[in-house]
């Protein structure tokens, strides 16, 4: 039913830039707030952005903000992260996440499907 299929990452050196797709199918996407996470081997899931239904409000965790930017169109049933100045520390596996809600959420457990993660290597 529901999917959710990240893509774009890859191996890139620091100061590198990526942008990270996140394709939604089985659900009215619109109806969805969207958010990105990220784990590193050996470490928690950490909240790195999330945007409302509309797109009109997002959040950032305070270690990408002003370097990442999350975007949708909804058009596509696509949402997006802008990863530019990439360092080391970013290196992660990325996943996309849908929640019902019409708020913009930063906790990992409110949200209702994830996608399977695609893997984010920075090079120094």
């Known amino acids: 039913q529901v999917q959710l299929t990240e893509s774009g990452g890859g191996l890139v050196q620091a100061g590198a830039s990526l942008r990270l797709s996140c394709a939604a199918s089985?659900?009215?996407?619109?109806?969805?707030?969207m958010g990105w996470f990220r784990q590193a081997p050996g470490k928690e899931r950490q909240f790195v952005a999330a945007?409302?239904?509309?797109?009109?409000?997002?959040v950032y965790a305070d270690s990408v903000k002003g370097r990442f930017t999350i975007f949708r169109d909804n058009a596509k049933n696509t949402v997006y992260l802008q990863m530019n100045s990439l360092n080391p520390e970013d290196t992660a596996v990325y996943f996309c996440?849908?929640?019902?809600?019409?708020?913009?959420?930063?906790?990992?457990?409110?949200?209702?499907?994830w996608g399977q993660g695609t893997q984010v290597t920075v090079s120094s």
């Open positions: 089985g659900l009215s996407f619109s109806n969805y707030a």
């Open positions: 996440a849908a929640a019902v809600t019409g708020f913009v959420l930063t906790r990992g457990t409110t949200y209702d499907y």
């Open positions: 945007i409302t239904r509309s797109g009109v409000s997002t």
